[in-house]
């Protein structure tokens, strides 16, 4: 079971952070991912991050703003959002890619979904 969190209302240009807390055991045996989904959208892939840490793709509308991380000691997954705009809001999931060494880009392979957490950008 996932729990995000850190969701909110920030101005344009601002950041935040999100986190997303994994229940059990395993959390260190697969790899994560965070995808968000604008009203009236479809959810889509934001950044993923290996079991290690060592891989972590993008989106190509986040690269270089936001980083993924992870702490498998504390069974959470980060994602730092820096300069937001406000076409980044949306409710932003995490999710579990339980197969994948290097984390897919596919929401269809994701499983355990967390209830997701809204980030506002006012501009």
């Known amino acids: 079971q996932l729990q995000a969190s850190g969701g909110g209302l920030v101005q344009a240009g601002g950041s935040l952070i999100l986190s997303c807390v994994a229940s059990?055991?395993?959390?260190?045996?697969?790899?994560m991912g965070w995808f968000r989904q604008a009203p009236g959208t479809e959810r889509t892939f934001v950044a993923g991050?290996?079991?290690?840490?060592?891989?972590?793709p993008y989106a190509v509308s986040v690269k270089g703003r936001f980083t993924i991380s992870r702490d498998n000691a504390k069974n959470t997954v980060y994602l730092q959002m820096n300069n937001l705009s406000a076409e980044d809001t949306a409710v932003y999931y995490c999710?579990?890619?339980?197969?994948?060494?290097?984390?897919?880009?596919?929401?269809?392979?994701?499983?355990?979904w967390g209830q997701g957490t809204l980030v506002t950008v006012s501009s």
């Open positions: 999710a579990a890619d339980l197969q994948s060494i290097v984390p897919s880009t596919y929401r269809s392979d994701y499983r355990n």
């Open positions: 059990g055991s395993t959390f260190s045996s697969y790899a």
């Open positions: 991050i290996s079991r290690t840490g060592k891989i972590t």
